[in-house]
C-alpha cells in the first residue's frame, strides 16, 4: 500500500502562482510514476501533468504547458507541482496519484491505484 498527501492549495488572484506538495508512504517502491489531476465541480477528473520517478521524464496536459511544473525529491518521496500564472479555470480540487506505469497513457485515471484525498485550489479573477 501506498499512502498520499497532499498540501499546499489554497486562494490566489489570477495570475499567481501556487506549489503544491505530495507525499508518499508505505510502499513506494511498488509505484514509479506520479500524477496530478483535478477536478472542477460537475467535470470530469483530468491529468495535469505525470513524472516517471525513475528517469525524470516529465508529461503536462496541453492546458497547463508553460505553466506548471511537476518535480520530485525522491529523497523525501515528494512530488511538486508548481503552477505558475493561475487562471481561474485553474480552479479545482487537485489530487495526487502514484501507480506502476508501463509507458502507457499517464493521464489514463483508471491506470493509478493509489490517491491522495485532494488539495483546494482557488483562482479568482
Known amino acids: 500500500q501506498v499512502q498520499l498527501v497532499e498540501s499546499g492549495g489554497g486562494s490566489v488572484q489570477a495570475g499567481g502562482s501556487l506549489r503544491l506538495s505530495c507525499v508518499a508512504s508505505g510502499s513506494t517502491n511498488s509505484v514509479n510514476f506520479m500524477g496530478w489531476f483535478r477536478q472542477a465541480p460537475g467535470k470530469k477528473r483530468d491529468g495535469v501533468a505525470g513524472i516517471d520517478t525513475g528517469s525524470g521524464n516529465t508529461y503536462y496536459a496541453d492546458s497547463v504547458k508553460g505553466r506548471f511544473t511537476i518535480s520530485r525529491d525522491n529523497a523525501k518521496n515528494t512530488v511538486y507541482l508548481q503552477m505558475n500564472s493561475l487562471k481561474p479555470d485553474d480552479t479545482a480540487m487537485y489530487y495526487c496519484?502514484?501507480?506502476?506505469?508501463?509507458?502507457?497513457?499517464?493521464?489514463?485515471?483508471?491506470?493509478?491505484?493509489?490517491w491522495g484525498q485532494g488539495t483546494q485550489v482557488t483562482v479568482s479573477s
Open positions: 496519484a502514484a501507480r506502476y506505469w508501463y509507458g502507457n497513457s499517464w493521464y489514463n485515471v483508471n491506470g493509478y491505484k493509489y
